[in-house]
T-cell receptor
């Protein structure tokens, strides 16, 4: 079983819809990243959080440490939001490492 | 955008040939990483560097070597390329190590698509 699971794998939405992408993990973590990968391949960091909630524009990221779960929400989705969204966790322990989920491919249609 | 340049962006090579990918940064960040991205897998760490001439293995290091002779350059070498090394390779940099990177996010290059025939 992967240490980081994302759902759904693929998501298609109509412009304007509210989007939720989920990330569950099975290990203790010190923090979690949400990343965005555009069709051209570049990867950018959207959020890094260790508790609570962060908001940037139309993007909101939440994390529940007790439930080992994080969500990325996009309000008023737009075709330019079409990308692969990747969750990654920084594991705790003596050998800390960054473990990536497989990504969620989002397509927003006009 | 963080100044990270990967070269080449695309390469096709034959099985058994040596290949070197280059990552160049202008941010003077101490930590540099090489990842590979394959369908059905998350990004996986190949090797990383925590300073000039200081490198260590990641989870999928077999068949790869790295070198860092200058802060700005991190080279990934496939000594004898195999078809299983066909992948997209990403370089990343950070100012702090991953565990302390709360205020030091990971910055990625645009990737190198390598095809081994």
């Amino acid at each position: 079983k992967n240490e980081v699971e994302q759902s759904p794998q693929n998501l298609t939405a109509q412009e304007g819809e509210f989007i939720t992408i989920n990330c569950s993990y099975s290990v203790g973590i010190s923090a979690l990243h949400w990343l965005q990968q555009h069709p051209g391949g570049g990867i950018v960091s959207l959020f890094m959080l260790s508790s609570g909630k962060k908001k940037h524009g139309r993007l909101i990221a939440t994390i529940n440490i007790q439930e080992k779960h994080s969500s990325l929400h996009i309000t008023a989705s737009h075709p330019r939001d079409s990308a692969v969204y990747i969750c990654a966790v920084i594991t705790q322990g003596g050998s800390e490492k960054l473990v990536f989920g497989k990504g969620t491919k989002l397509t927003v249609n006009p | 955008d963080a100044g990270i340049t990967q070269s080449p962006r695309h390469k096709v090579t034959e099985t058994g040939t040596p290949v070197t990918l280059r990552c160049h940064q202008t941010e003077n960040h101490r930590y540099m990483y090489w990842y590979r991205q394959d369908p059905g897998h998350g990004l996986r760490l190949i090797h990383y560097s925590y300073g000039v001439k200081d490198t260590d293995k990641g989870e999928v290091s077999d068949g790869y070597s790295v070198s860092r002779s200058k802060t700005e350059d991190f080279l990934l070498t496939l000594e004898s390329a195999t078809s299983s090394q066909t992948s997209v390779y990403f370089c990343a940099i950070s100012e702090q190590p991953r565990s302390y990177s709360y205020n030091s996010p990971l910055h990625f290059g645009n990737g190198t698509r390598l095809t081994v025939t």
